[in-house]
């Protein structure tokens, strides 16, 4: 099964990568192919852009991307800002407490830079998947002096999950909350960001800029803030261990990211044949 993908937008953390920082050598060679076969490649997650820095190179992905689930579209390699959607200063106040509040580990994230109030184990976890240093900070400093994008829970354990549902309900009327899971590691990360920002309205922008249409577009994704992507994109595919709502979406279900589940849909859909 072939499809007139012109656009392939790549979901990064259980779908482009599963452990460690980067794709595997099968994934990789797969989304290079793609490139030599004239197909734009573009990344659509949410994550910073500096935290793909690393990637963008490796796969020599020049061009604009979608980061911090919407909230971003970036050009790379020039770093410009294509379109932003800040979080509010309030909504960052009210999150900072709330984490505080309930014990919980937060990230806090600008364009550049990202910030933490607490260097633990789920720090370090980060330091070598994002490989990337935050600077370490009192996060409330930064409300109205630093320009945020998202802020970022993670939970690590059941106990943690059930406090960031908690903390998800009381962030209702300050801004959009978007869940994901990584397989890799069993955590969840909960961005908070603008409430008008999604990945389906960035893909909207993005093929806009490019000259393509939605219908020319391959997504594959993995997790519950790849949904919006999935509703509009002409071709759709899941991988193994996404979620049921996002496998009833999807054109196809791949293997999982362990299997390689990329480099499979990337050879059906655009090598093949």
Known sequence: MKSDCKLLVLDVDGTLIGRGAYPSESVTKAVLAAQEKGVAVALGTG?????????????RLDGL????????????????IVSLR??????????????REYDLFLEIYAHDFYFIEKDNELAENQRQKLQLDPLVTNLQSLVGRVTVVKAQLLAATADEKVKADQVTEQMNGYCK??????PSNGIYFGN??????????ALRDLVDYLGFTLN???????SFNDLGIFEIAGTTVAMGHAPDSLKQLA???????????????IEKFILSG
Not at 177 to 182: E, Y
Not at 216 to 222: K, S, V, W, Y
């Open 47 to 59: 994550r910073a852009s500096e935290a793909c820095y690393h990637l963008l190179r490796h796969l």
């Open 216 to 222: 020319d577009t391959l997504a594959i994704g993995d």
């Open 192 to 201: 908070a960001i603008n409430s008008s920002a999604s990945k389906g309205n």
């Open 65 to 80: 991307h979608i980061f911090f689930d919407g909230a971003a579209i970036v050009d790379w390699p020039s770093n410009d």
């Open 251 to 265: 054109n196809w279900v791949a293997p999982t990211v362990q299997e390689d589940g990329v480099a499979a849909a």
């Open 86 to 99: 800040a979080l509010p200063p309030r909504a960052t106040e009210r999150i900072i407490t709330l984490a």
């Open 177 to 182: 909350m978007a869940w994901s899971l990584d």
